[in-house]
């Protein structure tokens, strides 16, 4: 299989080359810049595209690569810090900008050919950077400038090495797709022979090879990466495969019956489902601090989960929905993940029960899981489903966790979720719910004083979660909220909505 290897150097958009790589129906992987050498002669990829990164090359302990990548045959294309460490490296010089270029240059295309073929003499490119090369090594062509960068594009045709002091891959350099493009086809000599089709046959087959004739558990909980994991493994396997859903009684309105008829019915997957709602609330009963709240029911899960694997025969391997985020997170050359979210990882079992981690996803963005639950059959529904956190509407129940207030809760984030997609936002926005908040208000309702609950609304845009912003919502939609909630929620007398980004907040409020 063709590949394009990308290499990283600490950028924040190293993420984004090799998903635009990718867009190209072309396969890409990211690998951190200390890796052994040997792994990249080992993969033999088509290309090697070298990321930014927040250093100096000049800098102590400035991140490198082995000078012999040069001597592949291979071609590159070094990206801003990608392209001062091939200048440095190969005898060019590289400088301290008089005047640092962060954000929308005008680059002047001087070289039409290769890499800027079929790209505008002048065209909008997004700059990060405070070095700059003013000195090229021997052998190397300008390519293109800009105002303050004699060197913006530099490329050595001959051994097929190019570089770009710009970002190809952010939305805001106009031609950046067309740039790598013309990288990946008309220098690497790739085909746009990756698919979503071709990633399942391949996928099927080696999950069929690993497992053999043992069998395997699936946690699920009705989201997007534990049910495509589910649906896939279940296609390379069929019966060996047991899912179990946990039923904390923490979920939304209908969420369990939607996850047994779809497994079930739809795809006809074996689904063990244990209602364990009372046990939960058993143990949160009293539990305000929302870190204890996430960590007693992380623990609760894996006691579950583990006690309901046992009962299988056989069982040899976990299936888990790790997309390749994490899997970039834990090796990068910024170092490991300081944070998995225990309820989130059921890891634990692995060493306990001797069992082998099965993961399909670990080589997919979100977008692309979405794509191949789509080559499964998998509906919209689940697919573009808003994210729904591990400990469900615990921490939407802001303080105490009782039957009585997370009915409350759940009932106003049915009407919540019943707005927002008949008002045709729920696929516009990343996230919308409600959150009970441990407080209540004066209101008069009927000529009658009365004080009861209150309920918050959140909604917001986001890409990754990492940050994200409130939503502008119509004021009528707002106001039709506030309406419904107050008149069909028993217990409640006020609604607020809350118009904190993130940072400074978080997305959940606990």
Partial sequence: MQEIVVIDFGSQYTQLIARRVR?????????????????????????????????SVYEDGAPTIDKEIFDLGIPILGICYGMQLIAYLLGGKVSRAEER????????????????????KETIVWMSHADKITEMPEGFIRLAHTENSPYAAMADKGRKIYALQFHPEVVHTEEGKKILKNFVFKICGCNPTWNMHSFVERETEEIRKKV?????????????DSTVTAVL?????????????????????GEREKVED????????????VDASERFLRRLKGVKDPERKRKIIGAEFIKIFEEEAKKIEGVKFLAQGTLYP??????????????????????GLLKRMKLKLIEPLRELFKDEVRQLG??????DEILYRHPFPGPGLAIRCVGEVSRERLEILRQADRIVLEEIKNSGWYKKVWQSFAVLLPIRTVGVMGDERTYEHVIAIRVVHSVDGMTADWVRLPYEVLERLSNRIINEVKGVNRVVYDITSKPPGTIEWE
Avoid: W
């Avoid at 867009?23 to 080992?42: G, M, Q, T």
């Avoid at 493994?233 to 309105?253: E, M, P």
């Avoid at 490991?336 to 990882?345: C, D, E, L, Q």
């Fill in 374 to 379: 789509k080559e499964l059959g998998i509906p």
């Fill in 212 to 224: 053999g004739q043992y069998k395997v558990v699936c946690a699920i909980s009705g989201g997007v």
């Fill in 233 to 253: 493994v279940h296609r390379a396997i069929g019966d060996a495969l047991t899912c179990i859903f946990v039923d904390n009684g923490l979920l939304r309105t």
């Fill in 23 to 55: 867009e190209l129906r072309v396969y890409s992987e990211i690998i951190p810049c200390n890796a052994p050498f040997s792994e990249i002669k080992k993969r033999k990829p088509s290309g090697i595209i070298l990321s930014g990164g927040p250093a």
């Fill in 262 to 273: 779809m497994l079930r019915n739809n795809f006809h997957i074996n689904l063990k489902v």
């Fill in 101 to 120: 270029e962060y954000g929308k240059a005008v680059l002047q295309v001087d070289d039409f050919s290769d890499i800027f073929a079929d790209i505008p």
């Fill in 326 to 347: 994490d899997v970039i997170e834990s090796v990068s050359f910024k170092g490991p993940s300081a944070t998995i979210k225990s309820h989130h990882n059921v890891g």
